[in-house]
């Protein structure tokens, strides 16, 4: 399944999950509407942009995004970093075998992309968003200050995360990580592809991330040293494949 900004509109995800085993993971619908409320109360005030506001991306915003936006720019937080914090049971993960996905925490600095919504289709994409992001409860949304080239500082919609959120899994050894990110696969694909269009997505950017690259070679060094040990172990004189059956499909 491949998310599309239909499925967000309709919220076709939350319908799905509801007869489910999933349904009491999910923030209740008023919860969700009032931390929207909450939010777009508070956005900020920026002569400069005119009503428009900023949000902030560090992962899968960043190579697709589906809002409305009028402008894209690399932007700096400071005081969070990007991690894979946050356990993932739906979306690169299933409740046995969950995978990972990037959260925002506390301390450090941020570079990813920022995307301009227009001022009159920012509750319209903020929903949008929630529905996306906001599904359990495991972010907080916040303003935070961001920096992009010369620009002066400006506040962006970001979400970080939620410390409290049963699914918040702290700071994991690497080793962790990768054979999460390995062996996980959710509703949307498999967790290590997350990582890989995350990176690509950085990279065509211009944003280099040394914890991302380095996560992705240790996959990658896993992966051919796999192969190897799967080629040592093969017989020399195995016998031909069997012919497929007529019924077989690829």
């Known amino acids: 399944m491949a998310i599309t900004r239909q499925d967000l509109e309709s919220d076709r995800l939350r319908t799905s999950l509801c007869s489910t085993p999933l349904a009491s993971s999910l923030l209740p619908e008023d919860v969700l509407e009032q931390s929207l409320c909450d939010a777009l109360a508070c956005r900020p005030d920026d002569p400069a942009l005119g009503g428009d506001v900023w949000v902030f991306g560090y992962g899968s915003l960043i190579w697709n995004p589906m809002v409305v936006h009028t402008d894209r720019r690399r932007a700096t937080v400071h005081g969070y970093h990007r991690g894979f914090y946050l356990y993932s049971r739906i979306n690169r993960g299933t409740w046995d075998n969950p995978g990972l996905v990037l959260g925002l925490d506390r301390g450090g600095c941020c570079h990813g992309m920022v995307f301009r919504i227009p001022s009159h289709v920012v509750e319209q994409e903020f929903r949008v968003l929630w529905r996306r992001e906001m599904l359990t409860g495991a972010y907080h949304p916040r303003w935070l200050r961001i920096r992009s080239g010369d620009a002066p500082e400006q506040r962006a919609l970001a979400f970080v995360m939620n410390r409290a959120h049963e699914a918040y899994a702290g700071r994991l050894p ?77």
């Open 174 to 250: 690497d080793a962790d990580v990768v054979e999460r990110l390995r062996h996980a696969a959710g509703l949307y694909g498999p967790a290590r592809e997350y990582l890989q269009q995350t990176l690509l997505g950085l990279a065509t950017n211009g944003v280099d991330d040394p914890y991302l690259g380095r996560l992705w070679r240790q996959l990658q060094a896993d992966d051919a040293e796999r192969s190897t040990h799967l080629a040592d172990c093969e017989p020399e004189d195995a016998p031909p494949p069997a012919p497929a059956s007529s019924r077989e499909t690829v």
